[in-house]
Structures are given as structure tokens and as C-alpha cells.
């Protein structure tokens, strides 16, 4: 019977209504007797700590009376003694033993009454949720607290805590954020904001987010915040309206932009790419970034990669000078990024490299620059695509490389370089004159369509009079009605011929000078030429001296002058010197209709389209014999003598008739400007 009323006792004590006293020593008799009888051990250790913060008369009477109203109501309610009092009791403790929250002990109160009032039953969760997050609170300005995600604190030193709008809120004057996971931490300093316990948000304003914590060379680089809001569960927030102070950049001015930060592990030294901020304006000016330099564009700074972008018509551009004034390149790109001021990187940029007044161009390749070496590489094929030829002004040729190495301080272009220890492929250039008509070419892309798309783009840009279409564009206007892939096939064949521009993320396509020269010779039978030089080696195909201006040529095993007139030239030990607007030096054999010139110092000038021969060793005469075999080719025999020493002009056809179409008498034909000898007593005659 005993054992009968001691279990209804402690069901009565633990689940029905009772009444606290107002008077202190029995409010504690009465409290322990509800936690003893629940849970003895953690009960007896929460009432001695209880009891210890009434003996240090940590509680005024006002607080007293607070106490004493909450717990009646928490009884009234008959909610268990575990969990409510239990943590009620934990949170009470922590708070007065905080100097830092003391004085919120009545604002706390008045929530967990807001809590109680505004719901039934013999359950409060969110009661519940409220003390199990007071608890760390109290203790440690724990806002969240999670063992395998991110935990967030505040400091405590001004805060005040309300219940309004059915919710727990705590207003903060001035406190610091940190955010933690076992990848690291972020912090915001120096900020204000409410926070919303059981939704874990925060709405901050203002404050303090610096670089230099993960990265120190960055500790003047900083953001002042606007509004924000978080989420005590991420490890991340955003900002925006936020001003970026970046001293090096924009001395003691702000830029305006948003701000995101996430914590980030660091993984083999790689420093985090946290925090990032973004300008709003696309204009500003970034010199301060690197010497002799003008920089132009928005500013992103990703972690420590300073990254100048551009808007969706208005590119980032980069102009840098060297130390006298002049130009080294100019870089239009969507994004520049910029690694410790001294690596620069940007993909699909449209280039102009200088030597003095004059500059190769590619409008798309993959770029990277280092300052202190003075040395640019740019790649023309990314991702295994070509993105079609660099355009060379003052040689007047396309050069199909897939890389240019521009060293400045040596004023030397290395034109696809050979990687060391990587085997003995042969690979090819082609320099290839902007006069050039190749008739296999045309027709294997007339393939395409039932017209040729070269002349369907020339025509539609000289109708519209511009150069640049959407894809859309091209396809409505010329009538296209192959699949989209098949369609993306052809203009990234034509972007690797030179025809066009092709830009698929912005689906543009901007027809260029080849295209147009296409469609005059083929509709207006404008003249063309057949200068195409081809190196195929296993070294480095060809060194620019922007110097001198020349291009050293190396792998051209034959080059054709005119297929008309049967003029081409095999250049001694493959090697031939570019100069400007396709004139070249070299030694070597000369094949000139049925003759052949062998020797050195030639000079081919283009637009008197001959060859100024300065030391002709000797020339090889073969006539055509006189019975041919029926259905059989010519056959020609030799003189048997040599002419040696020559000198002389040989004339390759009319300068207006460089393509042969028209038939014009005399060509080739060769005119001497010196005294030449044949030797009949030549061993080799004589056999």
C-alpha cells in the first residue's frame, strides 16, 4: 500500500497542476521536491546550483516575482518536470551567472510567458526550443550550436530580448558573429541585428567582414555591410548594398557591390576563394593593380584572385604599357582574373599583341600573362576546339598556331612552342596569305547547304551592313533548316577556317575580312593568290622577332607561288624568313615552268609579285621532248648544260593577275641582271 502512494505521489507532483510559493525558502523546497522526484541525481545537482544563485542574492524581488508567475503557469499547464523545469531551471542558472545577460532576466521571463499563454495542451515545443537554446545561450552567446555542421555565436554585451509576433526575438545593438564547422570559421564584426531563435534567422545591419584573416596579405582589404539576413544553419550569408574598401585599388573611396562568405576548408596550401564581393558598376577604373597598366571594368574579389569583369555588352579591358610608353597588348574579355598581382588569366579574350604600331590579333583565345618574366601565352585551342587563326596586319596573314608565347622583354613571339620531353610529333602551322582563294576548301564547306554558307553570310552582311548576328539571325535570314547540332558544327568549322566568329555562350557570330574576300572572288572574280606556308615540325615551328619584324620559318618543305604558271619554290633546309605584307627571304630550288633556279638570297616581293634572285648558283633548262606517248604525259629533258652565276628577276606573273585566271603571254619569265657562264666542260655534262 505504501509503494501504491508513493507512485501516485510522484505522478501528482510531476504531471498535475500545483502552485508555487511567493515566499523564496519554499519556492526552492517546492522546486526540489519536483525535480527530486522526477530525476534524484541531476535533480539534487540543478537545485544546488539553483539555491547557490538565491544565497549570492543574484535575484531581486521583481525577478523573484517573475520567476514564481512562470512556473505557475508551466505547472498549470502540467507540463512534465523533464524536460521544462529542468531546463528552465539550467537556463536561469546560466543567465545569472552571466554578467553579460543578468539584466535580461525579466525580458526572459516575459518570453517564456509569451510562449505559455499563446498555446494549449500539456505539451509547449516551442517553449521547449526556447530554453534548450537558452541554455548554450546564456553560457556562451551560442546562437546554434551543431557537432557536424556550422555552430554560431554572438557576444553578449548589448542585447535585449522581447516576444512579440508570436516569436522569441533578441535585438542587438553591437555584438560579433562567428560562424564555425570543422572547416573553419567566418566572422562579421561590429554588427546589430535581430535574432529569431526558433526560425535560426538572423537580420543583421551593418558590420565588418575583412580578408585578412584568410588571407593576410589582404588585412586592409574589408566590406561594410548594409542589411543582410542568415541562416544559423549554413555556413554561408550573403549581402547586398555592401562598401567594399580596397586601399591599393581606390585609395580611401568605396565601391558599392554585394558581398558572399562561406566557410571553406583549405586543401594543399590553396588558399580559400572566401569571401567574395562584386562592384555594381562595370566602369571602374583598376591601374592600381599593376604597374604601366589601364584596367577597366567591375571588380570581383574572390577570395585573394582580384577578378575585373566586364557587363553583357561592355567587356573588362586591359591595356599594358611598357616602360616607354608603348604598348604590349590590349585584352577585351567578359573576366581578367588576377592571382597575387603577379599572374594574369582571362578565356575568350579578344588580343592585340603590339610590336610598336603594329599588332597580331585573335578574337577568342585563353590567356595567361606573368609580370615579373614579361611573358604572355595564348592558347587558340581550348578545350580541343580551334578557335580559328591569329591575324597578322603587317605580314598580312592568318596564322593558324595553337599557341603564341610572347616574350616582351626579349621582343620575341615563339609561335607554337615545343613542349620539352614530349616526344617528336611533327606539328603544324600555316601562315596563310589574307588574299588566299583555296577552291577545295569552298567546295567542302559548300557541302553544308545547297548554297555555299560563306556566300549566304557575305551576302546577308553586306545587305545589312555589319558584321556581327545573333545565331538566331543567321538562321532565320538564310533559311537554315538543318538540326541545331549540325548548325553548330558548321560555324565551328568556319570559326577554325577563319570565316567568322563563332561565340556560343553568347550565341553570336561576327562574319569576318575572309569570308568577304571569298564572296568577291567567287561573285566578282576578284584576284587572289595562293601564298600558303605550311611548317610541319617537330621543334618549334617558327620565331617571331618583333624586332626586326621578320618571322623565321622553319618545316616549310615547299611553298606554291602560282599553280598557273607552275611556280614553287623548296626552301633550303626548310627554313624561310616572313616579312612585311608577304614578302620573303630564302635560299633553296626554285621550280619556274620548266626551268629550275637553285641558290641563295632570294626575295620574293609580293605585291610586284617576283623574285629578286641575288646569287643563282646555276639554273637547270628542260625542254619538252618532241613525240609524246599517246595518252601519256609531257616529258622533258634537260639541256645537259647549266647556266651557273646568275643573277636576275624572275617574274612570276602580271602583279594584277596573282590568281592566273587571266592568260596573259610571257609568264614566267626570267630577266638578267649580270653575266652568266655555261661550262661545257663540266664533268657531269661530259658523262
Given amino acids: 500500500m505504501t509503494l501504491l502512494c508513493l507512485i501516485g505521489s510522484h505522478f501528482l507532483l510531476a504531471n498535475t497542476s500545483v502552485s508555487f510559493s511567493n515566499n523564496p525558502k519554499e519556492f526552492l523546497n517546492e522546486m526540489e521536491k519536483l525535480v527530486l522526484t522526477s530525476e534524484p541525481t541531476k535533480g539534487k545537482e540543478l537545485i544546488a546550483e539553483l539555491r547557490g544563485v538565491f544565497n549570492e542574492n543574484k535575484i531581486l524581488p521583481e525577478e523573484f516575482e517573475?520567476?514564481?508567475?512562470?512556473?505557475?503557469?508551466?505547472?498549470?499547464?502540467?507540463?512534465?518536470?523533464?524536460?521544462?523545469?529542468?531546463?528552465?531551471?539550467?537556463?536561469?542558472?546560466?543567465?545569472?551567472?552571466?554578467?553579460?545577460?543578468?539584466?535580461?532576466?525579466?525580458?526572459?521571463?516575459?518570453?517564456?510567458?509569451?510562449?505559455?499563454?499563446?498555446?494549449?495542451?500539456?505539451?509547449?515545443?516551442?517553449?521547449?526550443?526556447?530554453?534548450?537554446?537558452?541554455?548554450?545561450?546564456?553560457?556562451?552567446?551560442?546562437?546554434?550550436?551543431?557537432?557536424?555542421?556550422?555552430?554560431?555565436?554572438?557576444?553578449?554585451?548589448?542585447?535585449?530580448?522581447?516576444?512579440?509576433?508570436?516569436?522569441?526575438?533578441?535585438?542587438?545593438?553591437?555584438?560579433?558573429?562567428?560562424?564555425?564547422?570543422?572547416?573553419?570559421?567566418?566572422?562579421?564584426?561590429?554588427?546589430?541585428?535581430?535574432?529569431?531563435?526558433?526560425?535560426?534567422?538572423?537580420?543583421?545591419?551593418?558590420?565588418?567582414?575583412?580578408?585578412?584573416?584568410?588571407?593576410?596579405?589582404?588585412?586592409?582589404?574589408?566590406?561594410?555591410?548594409?542589411?543582410?539576413?542568415?541562416?544559423t544553419k549554413k555556413g554561408f550569408y550573403k549581402a547586398d548594398s555592401v562598401q567594399f574598401f580596397y586601399p591599393k585599388l581606390f585609395s580611401d573611396k568605396s565601391v558599392l557591390g554585394k558581398l558572399e562568405q562561406k566557410i571553406t576548408a583549405t586543401k594543399n596550401g590553396k588558399m580559400s576563394a572566401y569571401p567574395q564581393?562584386?562592384?555594381?558598376?562595370?566602369?571602374?577604373?583598376?591601374?592600381?593593380?599593376?604597374?604601366?597598366?589601364?584596367?577597366?571594368?567591375?571588380?570581383?574579389?574572390?577570395?585573394?584572385?582580384?577578378?575585373?569583369?566586364?557587363?553583357?555588352?561592355?567587356?573588362?579591358?586591359?591595356?599594358?604599357?611598357?616602360?616607354?610608353?608603348?604598348?604590349?597588348?590590349?585584352?577585351?574579355?567578359?573576366?581578367?582574373?588576377?592571382?597575387?598581382?603577379?599572374?594574369?588569366?582571362?578565356?575568350?579574350?579578344?588580343?592585340?599583341?603590339?610590336?610598336?604600331?603594329?599588332?597580331?590579333?585573335?578574337?577568342?583565345?585563353?590567356?595567361?600573362?606573368?609580370?615579373?618574366?614579361?611573358?604572355?601565352?595564348?592558347?587558340?585551342?581550348?578545350?580541343?576546339?580551334?578557335?580559328?587563326?591569329?591575324?597578322?596586319?603587317?605580314?598580312?596573314?592568318?596564322?593558324?598556331?595553337?599557341?603564341?608565347?610572347?616574350?616582351?622583354?626579349?621582343?620575341?613571339?615563339?609561335?607554337?612552342?615545343?613542349?620539352?620531353?614530349?616526344g617528336n610529333k611533327t606539328?603544324?602551322?600555316?601562315?596563310?596569305?589574307?588574299?588566299?582563294?583555296?577552291?577545295?576548301?569552298?567546295?567542302?564547306?559548300?557541302?553544308?547547304s545547297k548554297v555555299n554558307p560563306i556566300i549566304l553570310m557575305a551576302v546577308l552582311s553586306k545587305r545589312e551592313g555589319k558584321r556581327k548576328f545573333t545565331v538566331d539571325e543567321i538562321v532565320e535570314s538564310l533559311k537554315f533548316q538543318d538540326k541545331p547540332s549540325v548548325l553548330t558544327g558548321?560555324?565551328?568549322?568556319?570559326?577554325?577556317?577563319?570565316?567568322?566568329?563563332?561565340?556560343?555562350?553568347?550565341?553570336?557570330?561576327?562574319?569576318?575580312?575572309?569570308?568577304?574576300?571569298?564572296?568577291?572572288?567567287?561573285?566578282?572574280?576578284?584576284?587572289?593568290?595562293?601564298?600558303?606556308?605550311?611548317?610541319?615540325?617537330?621543334?618549334?615551328?617558327?620565331?617571331?622577332?618583333?624586332?626586326?619584324?621578320?618571322?623565321?620559318m622553319e618545316g616549310v618543305s615547299v611553298l606554291e607561288f602560282s599553280n598557273k604558271r607552275k611556280v614553287a619554290v623548296e626552301p633550303l633546309d626548310q627554313k624561310m624568313t616572313l616579312k612585311k605584307n608577304r614578302a620573303l627571304d630564302f635560299s633553296g630550288k626554285i621550280y619556274a615552268g620548266t626551268n629550275i633556279l637553285t641558290g641563295k638570297k632570294f626575295h620574293f616581293d609580293y605585291d610586284k609579285f617576283h623574285i629578286v634572285m641575288d646569287s643563282i648558283e646555276h639554273i637547270d633548262v628542260f625542254t619538252k621532248d618532241e613525240f609524246t606517248p599517246k595518252g601519256g604525259k609531257d616529258n622533258f629533258s634537260s639541256l645537259g648544260s647549266r647556266i651557273e652565276g646568275a643573277s636576275g628577276i624572275l617574274r612570276i606573273d602580271d602583279p594584277a593577275n596573282k590568281s592566273g585566271r587571266e592568260e596573259i603571254e610571257g609568264f614566267p619569265r626570267f630577266e638578267s641582271t649580270s653575266s652568266s657562264y655555261v661550262y661545257y666542260d663540266s664533268k657531269e655534262i661530259q658523262k
Fill in 66 to 231: 517573475a520567476m514564481v508567475q512562470s512556473n505557475n503557469l508551466m505547472a498549470s499547464r502540467q507540463l512534465k518536470a523533464n524536460p521544462y523545469f529542468f531546463k528552465y531551471i539550467e537556463a536561469a542558472v546560466e543567465l545569472k551567472n552571466n554578467k553579460n545577460c543578468q539584466a535580461q532576466f525579466l525580458a526572459w521571463h516575459d518570453v517564456i510567458d509569451g510562449f505559455l499563454k499563446n498555446t494549449k495542451g500539456k505539451t509547449c515545443k516551442p517553449l521547449k526550443a526556447f530554453l534548450d537554446f537558452s541554455i548554450p545561450f546564456f553560457k556562451d552567446g551560442t546562437l546554434r550550436f551543431s557537432k557536424s555542421g556550422t555552430s554560431w555565436t554572438a557576444t553578449l554585451e548589448d542585447f535585449k530580448m522581447s516576444y512579440s509576433a508570436s516569436q522569441a526575438q533578441i535585438h542587438f545593438t553591437k555584438t560579433h558573429l562567428v560562424a564555425q564547422s570543422k572547416k573553419g570559421d567566418i566572422e562579421i564584426e561590429e554588427t546589430s541585428g535581430t535574432f529569431f531563435p526558433l526560425k535560426n534567422k538572423w537580420q543583421g545591419k551593418g558590420g565588418k567582414t575583412s580578408w585578412g584573416k584568410n588571407h593576410p596579405s589582404l588585412k586592409e582589404v574589408y566590406c561594410e555591410l548594409g542589411n543582410y539576413d542568415l541562416n
Fill in 277 to 422: 564581393f562584386e562592384s555594381y558598376n562595370y566602369a571602374l577604373n583598376l591601374n592600381g593593380l599593376i604597374k604601366n597598366s589601364t584596367l577597366t571594368g567591375g571588380v570581383k574579389l574572390v577570395g585573394s584572385e582580384v577578378h575585373c569583369y566586364g557587363g553583357a555588352d561592355t567587356p573588362a579591358k586591359w591595356v599594358k604599357m611598357n616602360s616607354s610608353g608603348g604598348k604590349y597588348f590590349e585584352i577585351s574579355s567578359k573576366k581578367i582574373i588576377i592571382k597575387n598581382q603577379k599572374e594574369f588569366f582571362a578565356n575568350q579574350a579578344a588580343t592585340k599583341i603590339y610590336f610598336e604600331k603594329n599588332f597580331i590579333y585573335h578574337p577568342s583565345v585563353e590567356i595567361k600573362y606573368l609580370d615579373l618574366e614579361k611573358t604572355m601565352i595564348a592558347n587558340a585551342v581550348i578545350k580541343g576546339q580551334s578557335q580559328g587563326p591569329f591575324y597578322d596586319e603587317y605580314h598580312q596573314v592568318n596564322i593558324y598556331a595553337p599557341r603564341l608565347d610572347v616574350k616582351f622583354n626579349e621582343k620575341e613571339i615563339i609561335i607554337n612552342q615545343k613542349k620539352f620531353n614530349v
Fill in 490 to 552: 558548321l560555324f565551328v568549322d568556319l570559326r577554325t577556317k577563319g570565316f567568322i566568329n563563332y561565340f556560343p555562350s553568347r550565341k553570336e557570330v561576327v562574319v569576318l575580312d575572309k569570308a568577304l574576300h571569298y564572296f568577291e572572288v567567287k561573285e566578282a572574280e576578284k584576284d587572289f593568290d595562293q601564298l600558303m606556308m605550311r611548317s610541319e615540325f617537330d621543334k618549334t615551328n617558327a620565331v617571331f622577332d618583333m624586332k626586326k619584324k621578320e618571322i623565321e
Fill in 427 to 448: 606539328h603544324r602551322v600555316t601562315f596563310e596569305s589574307k588574299g588566299l582563294w583555296n577552291e577545295k576548301e569552298f567546295a567542302r564547306i559548300k557541302a553544308f
